[in-house]
């Protein structure tokens, strides 16, 4: 269930310098020079949100931008018939709204529970213009984000159900390993950020359907269940391979 859109309780935690924080290295942040880090510390405000929340409404005008840093949130639209179609998932290092856009685009919605480093719109915009270590990064993550949306286009529209869950549970264990430094094993845990129903929203399937191929994958060995989150990877390669292949790093 969603909660109505929030502006996001204050986080008490002491704001700490972008020097220290862990995911800066996937930010948007990530070249800028101490004496810009210093600038960001002295301008960013963390917002904190529980499971459900909305971040931003779709066509609210998006009073603040930030970056993930703990947690998932996704990005979504009401479709004409009343249906949610989930478009996109943001990780820690990924960016929440979209600059130069006076209304968001999207629902942004926390899947868990989560922490956003938060800028007002505005001042970013205006820092974005001033900081080329800033503009090209963002540039980066833009291209990255497009490159990701095509990898997807081709899961959606060619994949089998089953493929497809695979690929999502592949994203998702690349993105928790890329935070961790460490490459895909055999015997690794991955936590699913999703639940069935809204890992059916985005892959286009039925919730009935998610349901019948997560039995299918723990009846064939590919997956074992720990619990509704938790999923044991005994085969990294046999889950690729029920993936119908290796997919590109996201």
């Known amino acids: 269930m969603l909660h109505a859109a929030t502006t996001g309780a204050p986080d008490i935690r002491a704001r700490g310098h972008c020097l220290d924080c862990a995911i800066r290295q996937h930010a948007v942040c990530s070249d800028c020079s101490a004496p810009e880090l210093d600038f960001l510390t002295n301008i960013k405000t963390y917002k904190s949100y529980k499971a459900g929340d909305r971040l931003l409404e779709m066509g609210e005008r998006a009073a603040f931008m930030g970056t993930v840093v703990e947690g998932v949130a996704s990005m979504s639209r009401i479709l004409s018939d009343g249906r949610r179609q989930v478009v996109g998932l943001l990780f820690p290092g990924d960016l929440v709204g979209r600059p130069f856009?006076?209304?968001?685009?999207?629902?942004?919605?926390?899947?868990?529970?989560?922490?956003?480093?938060?800028?007002?719109?505005?001042?970013?915009?205006?820092?974005?213009?001033?900081?080329?270590?800033?503009?090209?990064?963002?540039?980066?993550?833009?291209?990255?984000?497009?490159?990701?949306?095509?990898?997807?286009?081709?899961?959606?529209?060619?994949?089998?159900?089953?493929?497809?869950?695979?690929?999502?549970?592949?994203m998702a264990a690349q993105r928790a390993l890329r935070l961790e430094r460490r490459r895909p094993m055999d015997g690794i845990l991955i936590e699913l950020p999703l639940t069935r129903e809204d890992m059916a929203d985005f892959l286009g399937l039925t919730i009935e359907t998610v349901s019948r191929q997560i039995g299918a994958l723990k009846k064939s060995g590919v997956i074992e269940l720990i619990d509704a989150r938790h999923l044991l990877i005994p085969s990294w390669e046999a889950l690729e391979e029920a993936a119908g292949g290796e997919l590109a790093a996201v």
């Open 101 to 170: 856009s006076p209304v968001s685009p999207f629902d942004y919605v926390a899947v868990t529970d989560l922490r956003v480093c938060a800028f007002n719109r505005p001042q970013f915009e205006t820092t974005l213009r001033e900081t080329p270590a800033l503009e090209q990064r963002l540039l980066e993550m833009t291209l990255d984000e497009l490159d990701s949306a095509r990898e997807w286009m081709v899961l959606l529209g060619r994949k089998s159900a089953q493929e497809k869950l695979c690929s999502f549970m592949i």
